[in-house]
């Protein structure tokens, strides 16, 4: 059922249907239909006739007629900027699994066909509202939470996703003290995963996050290489840990050793002798462009 084909299409649709979540052990988790990038645009009818431009309502007409057979979803992606078809069976017996106990309430009784949730948007628009990590400080709930810098991008949050540049530091503000659940996508893995994160002011720095944010043009997320496989490595990281085990150790002739050796139970950083020193040092950098926000 996850099988899908693609289609090239340069220019975003006019208007879409936004994925925001996709619920667990749903009809909507067995395909690769993917939250907060993947916009459905329209179906493939009876006679495999394409039909675009569909709204909420004529979907959800479409999704209870096609209940226990297969319908074949028309799916804009923002990242690959192609539409593809995916293959899904709207059912509730998903959900009658879960929801089956004594106390059911009245929602249990009209389960979700697909679970999806959605918006209607411009799909266009709709990716420009990324905060991009350009810092994050030692020590800091940003730190804890495992932000990485320049490689992640808070695309939305718990409630869905955010509609203006403010509406991400309110909510930062409406949490203090409190966990705040978001969803971060990693430029460098292709992956999204929910972070929590807990602003406060007494971590011992500055800002709530100990996070500096770039936001607007210049910080949106970049696309991927046409050549790369979600969830992999990517080449630069792979080309770094192969130097790295298969670099020999150079030891000055002051320290006492004359040779040149390579332990194979050590790292390579392991090997110094007693008068040697470990140093580091923490920089920030400073971007020249974009508008970087503290937090």
């Known amino acids: 059922m996850g099988a899908s084909q693609s289609s090239s299409q340069a220019q975003p649709p006019s208007k879409a249907l936004h994925v925001l979540r996709v619920t667990p052990a749903s009809p909507a988790s067995k395909t690769t239909i993917e939250p907060f990038f993947d916009f459905i645009v329209g179906f493939e009818g009876d006679e495999l ?59 249990s009784l009209q389960p979700s066909l697909l679970g ?87 971590w011992g720095g500055e800002g709530l996050l100990g996070c500096v944010f770039g936001f607007g043009l210049l910080h949106r997320i970049p696309p991927q290489p046409t050549d790369r496989l979600p969830g992999s490595t990517p080449p630069e990281l792979r080309d770094a840990t192969d130097e790295y085990e298969q670099q020999a150790l150079f030891v000055p002739a002051d320290s006492g050793v004359h040779e040149v050796y390579e332990d194979q139970n050590a790292g390579p950083w392991q090997h110094r002798d007693d008068h040697s020193r470990v140093h580091q040092t923490n920089s920030r950098h400073t971007m020249p462009t974009g508008n970087p926000s503290h937090k």
């Open 116 to 202: 999806l949730s959605m918006r209607m948007c411009q799909p266009d628009l709709a990716m420009d509202n990324v905060w991009h990590v350009l810092d994050v400080l030692e020590g800091s709930p940003a730190e804890s939470a495992g932000l990485v810098p320049f490689g992640d991008w808070i695309i939305g949050w718990s409630g869905g996703a955010l509609s203006a540049e403010g509406d991400f530091y309110d909510l930062v503000e409406a949490h203090v003290d409190k966990p705040l659940r978001v969803y971060v996508y990693s430029h460098d893995f292709d992956n999204l995963r929910e972070v929590v994160l807990v602003p406060n002011r007494h």
């Open 49 to 107: 006739s394409l039909h675009y431009n569909i709204d909420v309502s004529q979907l959800e007409k479409i999704v209870e007629d096609y209940e226990e057979r297969t319908l074949n979803l028309l799916v804009w992606n923002s990242k690959s900027q192609d539409t593809r078809v995916v293959p899904i069976m709207p059912s509730r017996q998903w959900a009658l699994t879960h929801t089956d106990s004594p106390g059911g309430n009245e929602a």
